[in-house]
């Protein structure tokens, strides 16, 4: 089965870190480009990041650039994005999902919220 | 960059009826990275169409998409009550706002 399984949400204080992880499962994660996906509460998706399968290529929305950054290890078939300078706007359900065909997302993890307040 | 507008944002339906939604494009996109998803609450979305048109693996074929240019749609034949949720569409790296069909 495809899966794709996030971890490391939680609560920080503004101006903290976190460092979120996707472990996927039933694929080979180093043939497929990976992005990242959040929902603020009561909100919509916004797309937050995406890395290609070998890490060459790596594309920021303009509101995490300079604070997020994307990586993975294809060998563990990890997916990460390390979160700093948090700020309470970035509160949301964070999403891992699998580039897929035309550049649709599919699967998606289960999610894992992060809370930035202090 | 492209913005994605949906319509109506929300809908009050019946079990059994006809469900069309609407999402354009503030320019004309590739039909080709055209996409609708799902969500229910609590849940992860889960992709529905890809392509304008192509069902995802495992998708009811109650569920359609259609469109080019700027304008697609997403057409939900029979209402089937599991069918209650948000719908989003999605084009490269946006997302439209989304639109909620509730049981009426």
């Known amino acids: 089965e495809v899966q794709l399984v996030e971890s490391g949400g939680g609560l920080v204080q503004p101006g903290g870190s976190l460092r979120l992880s996707c472990a996927a499962s039933?694929?080979?994660?180093?043939?497929?480009?990976m992005s990242w996906v959040r929902q603020a509460p009561g909100k919509g998706l916004e797309w937050v990041s995406n890395?290609?399968?070998?890490?060459?290529?790596?594309y920021y929305a303009d509101s995490v650039k300079g604070r997020f950054t994307i990586s993975r290890d294809n060998a563990k078939n990890s997916l990460f994005l390390q979160m700093n300078s948090l700020r309470d706007e970035d509160t949301a359900v964070y999403y891992c999902?699998?580039?897929?065909?035309?550049?649709?997302?599919?699967?998606w993890g289960q999610g894992t919220l992060v809370t930035v307040s202090s | 960059e492209i913005v994605l507008t949906q319509s109506p944002g929300t809908l009050s339906l019946s079990p059994g009826e006809r469900v069309t939604l609407s999402c354009r494009a503030s320019?004309?996109?590739?039909?080709?990275?055209l996409a609708w998803y799902q969500q229910k609450p609590g849940q992860a979305p889960r992709l529905l169409i890809y392509?304008?048109?192509s069902r995802a693996t495992g998708v009811p074929d109650r569920f359609s998409g259609s469109g080019s240019g700027t304008d697609f749609t997403l057409t939900i034949s029979r209402l089937e009550p599991e069918d209650f949720a948000v719908y989003y569409c999605?084009?490269?790296?946006?997302f439209g706002q989304g639109t909620k069909v509730e049981i009426k």
């Open positions: 999902a699998r580039v897929w065909q035309q550049l649709s997302f599919d699967p």
């Open positions: 039933g694929f080979t994660l180093s043939s497929y480009s």
């Open positions: 890395i290609s399968s070998s890490s060459d290529t790596i």
């Open positions: 320019q004309s996109v590739r039909s080709s990275y």
């Open positions: 392509g304008t048109s």
């Open positions: 999605q084009q490269s790296e946006t």
